[in-house]
């Protein structure tokens, strides 16, 4: 009797965790294309999107602080239209670049050493402007950074598929090999082998982007050689890691397993966004530096 059931229990759990890779899978696909559809339709699609995914992330996140705020969403539309949409100065962006990247390493800081980050009312609006905002914003100014303003998604695509490389090399490699804790007190699950598998996979991505480009495009390829998408594979590995914890943190303060249920068998959109949210300014920062010496 005793095998029966521990035979009955081991075939259900195989069937309800082959049910939970479908599900993750389909709803990752279609999350995918709707992104890739977007991008490649024009920039009014592209912008109207990821509106669309802001407003939903900025909701979960303000939940997840526990902020009730309309002020919150106002400041989104005015940041996306002033500072992306159409910029209506380009020191402006500068100044909320260099702002994001000091509230950044300061949520860094927090996550490090800090056994939980102190979230009283006035941080919280730094948070949602200079955190969730400002990903946003620099996501959407990436694919128009060359000199003549023109809509390139190719960049903002090609910054994607780094990270999804990196966050599926980094579960694959941490679930079959994971061994040593990265984090353990803000994100049990992620290991040191996880991350330098996921190092590695963004590094491979990055070789096959370049290749890709140098024989599709030689003239972005030589913009952008190889080397910077080594930096770039590198920077989005680093600090997509980085956003995934900070994320982490957030969740265990607020009790909570997913951010959302909005994409079934992912959780919500933060759960999905949180690495190049975070990654974005820094990504943006350095394609920024690139240009300029070039």
């Known amino acids: 009797m005793e095998v029966a059931q521990k035979t009955y229990i081991c075939c259900y759990w195989k069937t309800y965790n082959m049910k939970e890779i479908l599900v ?109 905002i400002s990903g946003f914003v620099f996501l959407t100014l990436i694919p128009i950074m060359n000199i003549d303003g023109k809509f390139m998604p190719e960049i903002i695509v090609a910054v994607f598929i780094l990270v999804w490389s990196n966050d599926t090399f980094a579960y694959l490699i941490g679930k079959n090999l994971g061994k040593h804790k990265l984090l353990e007190r803000v994100s049990p699950k992620k290991t040191i082998e996880g991350f330098v598998g996921g190092l590695l996979g963004a590094l491979l991505a990055g070789f096959i982007i370049f290749k890709v480009l140098e024989n599709y495009s030689p003239l972005e390829a030589e913009k952008y050689p190889l080397w910077i998408w080594i930096v770039m594979a590198i920077i989005v590995s680093v600090f997509g890691t980085i956003g995934d914890l900070i994320q982490s943190k957030f969740k265990r303060q607020a009790g909570v397993k997913d951010s959302g249920i909005i994409m079934p068998g992912h959780g919500g959109l933060y759960d999905r966004l949180d690495s190049i949210i975070y990654a974005s300014p820094f990504v943006y920062a350095f394609l920024l530096i690139v240009d300029n010496v070039s």
């Open 24 to 132: 993750r899978t389909l709803s990752g696909v279609l999350y995918i294309s709707i992104i890739i559809f977007a991008m490649f339709t024009s920039r009014e699609w592209f912008m109207g999107l990821f509106f669309v995914l802001a407003v939903i992330t900025l909701s979960e996140y303000l939940k997840l602080v526990r902020l009730t705020s309309y002020l919150a969403y106002f400041l989104l539309a005015a940041a996306f239209y002033f500072l992306s949409y159409n910029v209506f100065a380009d020191n402006a962006v500068y100044l909320f670049l260099i702002l994001s990247g000091f509230v950044n390493l300061y949520l860094l800081k927090d996550v490090l050493w800090t056994s939980k980050i102190p979230m009283f009312e006035k941080k919280k609006y730094i948070t949602v402007i200079f955190y969730i």
